[in-house]
């Protein structure tokens, strides 16, 4: 079996879920010609078997009697196969919010990097410098030890 993008059950199960959503029914037929046409090929001897497994777990289509009959009966997405969808997409969605939030962590890490050395920088230069006291700054603090000497 060669396998597109995502896994051949998941391709399945948004499917099923697309026709839920139309009202319309599925058939083990119309699933494989799906499946065919995204770009999914089976080889001949998995390929029965995994269609049929993915039929009967999904859809409750069951493989019984006359082909004809049980691969053209209509059918629905059943409640586990709907749940396994929701429980897949939601770990899609956690993976992505994931990714986001790990660049966002990696952009803050960086911009905190980069104020850390600025702000050494700055403080370094003013060290170097020498301090001047202008007359109307001295007479201020002159005033204040006034004040505190009384």
């Not at 019984?64 to 049980?70: I, K, L, Q, V």
């Not at 899609?92 to 911009?111: C, G, L, T």
């Amino acid at each position: 079996m060669k396998m597109k993008q995502k896994d051949v059950y998941i391709a399945a199960l948004e499917y099923g879920e697309s026709l839920l959503n139309k009202g319309e029914k599925i058939t083990f037929s119309k699933l494989q010609k799906h499946l065919e046409d995204e770009g999914y090929s089976f080889n001949p001897e998995s390929k029965e078997q995994l269609l049929r497994d993915l039929a009967r777990e999904a859809f409750y289509i069951y493989v019984s009697g006359d082909e004809n009959t049980w691969k053209n009966y209509p059918s629905n997405l059943n409640i586990e196969g709907y749940s396994k969808l929701l429980n897949y997409k939601e770990l899609k969605e956690a993976r992505d919010s994931s990714r986001k939030a790990k660049w966002y962590a990696i952009i803050a890490i960086a911009i905190s990097i980069v104020t850390l050395f600025t702000s050494i920088y700055f403080s370094i230069q003013s060290l170097n410098r020498d301090t001047t006291i202008n007359n109307k700054q001295f007479k201020i603090i002159e005033n204040i030890w006034n004040s505190l000497k009384k």
